[in-house]
């Protein structure tokens, strides 16, 4: 029994650092979404219907990956929690085939090694030209 009690702990733990540092850490999802910045990041190529994603990694030793979700209208994705197009460990993502003269919404997450997802970062939008 006090070895469930601990597992959980350490479960909530993780989940808590996560929750803590993915909405400071991905701030910067801003930037290669086609809303600006200041100038110091790498400019991608076009690509039409597009959205070029970008965000800094969450600084703990246990991240497994992060997970990108996107839809038309905020906070409404198209990918249910927990199955966001899965990025690895990387932190950059083109999403591709967008509709034109639609607006998008973005937001990101990060997962541990023993898979469990933080909450969504900030989100940010892009409209499609």
């Not at 937001?107 to 989100?123: H, M, P, W, Y």
């Amino acid at each position: 029994m006090a070895d469930m009690a601990i597992a959980a702990r350490v479960q909530e733990s993780a989940r808590s650092c996560l929750r803590t540092l993915l909405p400071c850490v991905l701030a910067s999802l801003l930037v290669a979404c086609g809303s600006g910045g200041s100038g110091d990041e790498p400019v991608a190529a076009a690509v039409p219907n597009a959205a070029v994603l970008s965000w800094d990694p969450v600084p703990v030793s246990d991240v497994g990956g992060y997970r990108v979700y996107y839809g038309t209208a905020p906070g409404m994705y198209v990918q249910a929690f927990g199955h966001g197009q899965n990025m690895g460990n990387v932190t950059n993502h083109t999403v591709t085939g967008l509709k034109s003269g639609t607006r998008y919404y973005f937001a990101v997450t990060a997962f541990n090694v023993a898979g469990l997802e933080s909450s969504f970062s900030n989100e940010v939008f892009k409209d499609i030209p």
